[in-house]
């Protein structure tokens, strides 16, 4: 990877042209499923600020759709149309007269973005659903739980849907920065086969690379371009100094310096196990630092992965363990962190921070491996008769899957095995540098096949 010096005036001058740059996300995959539906209902997109739901529904419009209503709430001019009750019969006339434009099912993609600034155009899904089921209709909220939770806003239940969108994993950032042939070869990888030494080193490489910049589509697309880091860090400033404003509409004056303060240390503490009392050396008690991260968690800014000890499906939350700390965006950590130069010349991501990284960076795949359900993510533990835990466990075609990070090409996988032996109906998956395995029971996947997870 290459590192210049001159990011500042370099981010100035291509800032326009790269943020025209269009490329392809997989959830636009589900989408073209979502609109092929015959019981189709309005699509809520959700994700965090800046993870792309907006230009993925727009590409996908582009590509399917010849007529498309788009409504931006935070426009004030958008957001003045919608702000007081009304009946589909009026909100039609709106859009005639407004937009210029007509509803037509079946022709028409209305994209409704930030709806949560809009509990009228919230409720008025249900109709949508009821009166005009052949209209497509697509919707995408930032803060979207917390808009509801705060807000006491009732949503029209079994007459909407759900998508989750969350950073570029590793196979898309490959598509962005041309990457093509490296990815046709992994989506295409036969696992009864063998990649060959020179490949897996330059996948490998790729994938360092990957977990350096991250999955934030601006960052990724300035890199892309630029192959400059300190045009990334940009990017990387600004957009936390604009989750921190997002958040401060939605909290009081007291509660804001605790959301702010979990923002700025949640990255120092991602892939790590983390309590809520004096969290980060602060003096702050338990309860609101408690309720900052339960905050951030509905914003979709941090995931706190529960422990569980279950033997058997279903998985049982330990709600009085510490939980796991994923940040949104391993590209965020490692400018928080600064721990950017690290990576020259990498070769093990143990290296980084006792394999913390490679925690976050693989936590952070699994759940952008869940588009219509939101993911279901655990760590496995056990005390007796010996101590044992193991990074992610969750449930998958009746099974119970444990997964172990190992951040070199080896290590020692007692956990696992002890895993298999507690756990019925277990089989446990190695996540690490080395080469893909496979037995009837355990599987070594390396990192750069890690959005095939499922597949095997």
């Keep these: 990877m290459t590192f210049t010096t001159d990011g500042i005036s370099l981010y100035l001058v ?62 004030a001019e958008h957001g003045r149309l919608f702000n007081r009750e009304l009946s589909l ?66 949503l029209p239940v079994g007459r909407i849907e759900f998508a989750h969108l969350f950073p570029l994993d590793f196979f898309e950032f490959l598509e962005a920065i041309g990457e093509i042939d490296s990815l046709k070869f992994l989506n295409n990888f036969d696992f009864a086969g063998k990649i060959p030494a020179a490949l897996h080193d330059k996948f490998l490489k790729l994938f360092y690379e990957y977990v350096l910049i991250g999955g934030m589509p601006e960052a990724v697309k300035i890199y892309a371009q630029t192959k400059n880091v300190q045009a990334v860090n940009l990017v990387y400033s600004n957009l936390l100094t604009s989750l921190k404003e997002d958040i401060y509409k939605y909290s009081s004056a007291s509660s804001g310096k605790y959301l702010s303060f979990v923002l700025d240390q949640a990255p120092l503490f991602a892939g ?29 800014i941090i995931n706190q992965i529960k422990a569980t000890k279950s033997f058997t499906l279903p998985l049982i939350p330990q709600q009085k ?97 002890q895993f298999m032996k507690t756990v019925k109906n277990s089989r446990a998956l190695r996540i690490y540098s080395g080469e893909f395995k496979a037995t009837d029971k355990f599987i070594s996947l390396p990192f750069y096949l890690l959005p095939r997870w499922q597949e095997i």
């Design 89 to 154: 019969s009026e909100f039609k006339q709106i859009i005639n007269v407004h937009f210029g434009k007509t509803l037509i099912p079946g022709q028409t993609l209305l994209f409704i973005d930030e709806i949560q600034e809009s509990p009228y155009l919230l409720k008025l899904l249900r109709f949508f659903y009821e009166d005009m089921p052949g209209l497509h209709v697509i919707s995408a909220g930032s803060l979207f739980e917390v808009k509801i939770k705060e807000a006491g806003i009732a």
């Design 14 to 75: 291509i800032t326009i042209y790269v943020l025209s740059m269009e490329f392809n996300r997989r959830i636009i995959e589900f989408f073209e499923l979502w609109r092929n539906k015959k019981e189709r209902k309005p699509l809520i997109v959700r994700g965090a600020r800046q993870v792309g739901k907006t230009s993925a529904i727009l590409l996908f419009a582009k590509k399917h759709f010849d007529n498309l209503v788009y409504i931006n709430l935070e426009k």
């Design 272 to 300: 790590q196990s983390v309590t809520y009392e004096k969290f980060a050396g602060s003096n702050y008690k338990s309860r609101e630092i408690h309720k900052s991260f339960d905050t951030l968690s509905l914003a979709l």
């Design 321 to 417: 363990k510490a939980p796991k700390l994923v940040f949104l965006d391993v590209g965020l950590v490692n400018y928080q962190m600064g721990i950017q130069k690290e990576f020259i010349n990498l070769s093990d991501l143990n290296a980084l921070y006792q394999g913390r990284i490679a925690e976050q960076v693989v936590g952070q795949q699994l759940l952008a491996s869940f588009v219509q359900v939101p993911a279901k993510i655990y760590y496995w533990y056990k005390k007796y008769p010996s101590e044992a835990e193991v990074d992610f466990c969750l449930s998958g075609q009746s099974q119970i899957i444990g997964i172990e990070v190992k951040s070199g090409s080896s290590g020692r996988l007692k956990s696992a095995y």
